[in-house]
């Protein structure tokens, strides 16, 4: 089409009828932008297209990954809860005469305020998502929003955790270690079977303690703040499922 202008236009020039010559210039320049255009639209239609595979597939990742998560995280949060009521049981019985708590098992309660552990998501997908620059790929501006918050949320949750085993570590622990039988209380714990102490401890004085009574309240206290954190993560991560289901479609 290009060398048909171009011939016209030679012709044009020899018979020297310039305004005719410039209107065939200028057609010949029409349809070379045009060109351009359609060539730029389809390179765009192209990338987009590109864009929206690779977004599925993204997506799709990030769905899976997360649907993982939660159960990791039902079942940390299932734990903390147990830890929570085992601790609150033993601070029911502070200061409870000796009958009342020649009732309980107090090696397993303790057992239990100490079983506590941290919750560690699987994060490959979301890292690899961030670190490419491929985020911008998801068209939903309120999964990125999540995906940014669920990474506020977990250095929360860190900050927390990082206090509670503190706490636990070097005060409680040493604390129990002194004036209370850790072979008797790992009975309850991984080291189950491996057999009572020969000593005899007495743990019910320990219930008379105001210091064992404030060590119980720290775990206690660390247990619901942790647990606050683990419940938000479980918000955000339910939301991040739901906007990431290959199946969902967004409202217009």
Known sequence: MISFFRKIRQKLLQQNRVTRYLVYALGEIVLVVIGI??????????????????????LQDL????????????????????VLNGTNAALA?????????AKHNL????????????????QSVLADLISSGNLNLIS???????????????????????TMDETSQNLFLPYLTKNASMKNIDQYSLLEG?????????????????????????????????????????ALGDQIIFLSDPDFEPKP
């Open 194 to 234: 491996t057999g009572k102490s020969k000593l005899n401890p007495q743990l019910q004085k320990l219930f008379k303690d105001l210091e064992f009574e404030n060590h119980l309240d720290n775990q206690a206290w660390g247990t619901v703040n942790y647990l606050i954190k683990l419940e938000r993560l479980e």
């Open 37 to 58: 255009l359609i060539a730029l639209s389809i390179n765009t239609w192209n990338e987009n297209l590109k864009n929206k595979n690779k977004e599925k597939l993204i």
């Open 140 to 162: 939903s501006e309120s999964l990125r929003l999540l995906i940014f918050d669920w990474g506020s949320a977990i250095k929360e949750k860190e900050e927390s955790y990082e």
């Open 107 to 122: 090696d397993s309660l303790i057992a239990i305020s100490l079983d506590y552990g941290d919750f560690s998501p699987s």
């Open 63 to 82: 769905h899976l990954e997360f649907q993982k998560n939660k159960e990791k995280l039902q079942a940390t949060i299932k734990l903390h809860r147990n």
């Open 93 to 101: 019985l502070i200061n409870e005469p000796e009958d009342v708590l």
